[in-house]
């Protein structure tokens, strides 16, 4: 089970076994619950611990709570582990109240509703519990059934993170890096993110890694940048397995080494990293006479530009204008160039114009031609103005301020390009 993240996706957010069971003094029974669930042996541990609970030991509840919960010793029922988390959490329970939140954040075993989650986040949150003070200042930012209130956020996660929760040191890191919910700190972030790498949290590892890289907080260094993100991708975070491999293989902070660098991107474009899988496809297209390196790059590329990531659009479609590693397709190849120039990418644009205006796999249009080399002439790309004005021979005075108003207004609204191509289209 793991602690709750600031995503559209809540699984497996139940506390870990072994952040609540902490020994002490009390009764036999318990102890001896305790003892088997720490050994593995469920059937001990529910036999002990059961009667307890039915008569209203708080932490027995608690506990047969969350053997329900994972299929403990019992068959998995989170209605029955809502049931005896409910009773604990009653009692004032915070780990129990922090769980009963969870699964109603969820809807799982109790009807979905974010007002009982946050109640319950609150209980908990008041009795100094970091897990629930953590996760009601994700509510505090999205406002989600709280007010949205930043600087409440990043008060409960310093309240957090000073009781040594990792995840919220990362997250109040997070929030000093960025000065949401007051000023920006990057030592301070750099500080707080230390903690939690040391302690295991593998996004904070990346994170200090890409600090350490830019020289934002803590002194700029290659070395420690390499050995964070090293602990972070083992950690199969995949933007650290991409950074390290861009390090790789330029030889920054590390030797050199291609094969490694190679391999570094195949972990991340496996974790589905769109900029790992647009590199990966690059270099395998690049890199190789091998056919068979050359189609497993077009598979890459396809998959980078099908998350919508340009660069990746663009390399494809030259794949397609060269016939590397696929077929020589022309129209294939402009759609796939229009797609990343609507993204932004100047090569791409500088492309789509080049195709206008000699009618390779679009229309013979030396309108659209100069709207596209006008948005990469805005980008400072080379040959564009040169490209612009030489279409601009013979245009009337519509079409050459259709490009002036689209490259204005593109920055702010980037639909007014797509706007602008229908008209061109239906003109």
Same mark, same amino acid.
């Not at 590892?205 to 890694?209: C, D």
């Not at 948005?375 to 601009?392: F, I, M, T």
């Given at each position: 089970m793991h602690a709750f993240e600031p995503s559209p996706s809540t699984r497996n957010l139940l506390l870990p076994l072994s952040l609540v069971l902490v020994l002490g003094a009390c009764a036999s029974p318990l102890h001896s619950g305790r003892r088997a669930l720490d050994k593995g042996d469920y059937a001990a541990a529910h036999a002990n611990l059961r009667p307890l609970a039915e008569g209203g030991h708080v932490e027995a509840q608690f506990l047969v709570a969350l053997m329900h919960q994972d299929g403990q010793g019992v068959a998995a029922d989170p209605a029955e582990a809502a049931r005896w988390y409910r009773m604990a959490a009653e009692r004032g329970h915070p780990a129990a109240q922090n769980n009963l939140g969870l699964l109603h954040y969820q809807g799982t075993g109790v009807p979905a509703s974010h007002d009982e989650a946050a109640k319950w986040y609150r209980m908990a949150a008041d009795q100094g519990f970091a897990q629930s003070q953590s996760n009601l200042a994700v509510m505090h930012l999205a406002g989600t059934a709280v007010r949205k209130d930043d600087a409440r956020a990043r008060e409960l996660l310093k309240q957090a993170a000073a009781s040594g929760d990792a995840r919220s040191q990362r997250l109040y890191a997070s929030m000093l890096r960025e000065g949401l919910g007051g000023k920006t700190d990057p030592d301070g972030a750099a500080r707080w993110f230390a903690k939690a790498a040391e302690a295991g949290d593998t996004i904070a590892?990346?994170? #200090?890694?890409l600090m350490h890289l830019e020289g934002v907080g803590v002194a700029r260094s290659e070395r420690k940048a390499v050995r964070w993100l090293e602990r972070s991708a083992e950690g199969s975070q995949p933007l650290a397995a991409f950074a390290l491999g861009w390090l790789t293989e330029h030889g920054q902070g590390v030797s050199a080494d291609s094969e490694r660098a190679l391999a570094l991107y195949r972990t991340s474009a496996d974790l589905g990293f769109a900029p790992a899988q647009a590199r990966l496809g690059a270099l395998l297209l690049e890199g190789s006479a091998d056919p068979s390196d050359a189609q497993e790059g077009v598979e890459w590329l396809e998959r980078a530009a099908a998350s919508g990531h340009a660069l990746a659009q663009h390399n494809l479609a030259l794949a397609h204008l060269r016939g590397r590693g696929v077929a020589v397709d022309h129209f294939r190849a402009a759609q796939l160039f229009q797609a990343a &120039? %609507?993204?932004? #990418? +100047?090569? &791409?644009?500088?492309?789509?114009?080049?195709? @206008? /205006?000699?009618?390779?796999? #679009?229309?013979?249009? @030396?309108?659209? &031609? @100069? #709207?596209?080399?006008?948005? +990469?002439?805005?980008?400072? &790309?080379?040959? =564009? %103005? /040169? =490209?612009?004005?030489? %279409? +601009? %021979?013979g245009l009337n005075s519509e079409q050459l301020a259709l490009a002036e108003r689209v490259v204005a207004e593109s920055a702010q609204r980037p639909a007014a390009i797509e706007t602008a191509l229908a008209k061109l289209a239906g003109d």
């Open positions: 590892q990346m994170h #200090l890694g &120039a %609507v993204n932004g #990418l +100047a090569p &791409a644009q500088m492309r789509v114009g080049l195709m @206008h /205006e000699h009618g390779l796999g #679009l229309w013979r249009d @030396h309108g659209a &031609a @100069h #709207l596209w080399y006008s948005l +990469a002439a805005s980008q400072g &790309a080379p040959g =564009a %103005v /040169e =490209a612009r004005d030489r %279409v +601009a %021979v």
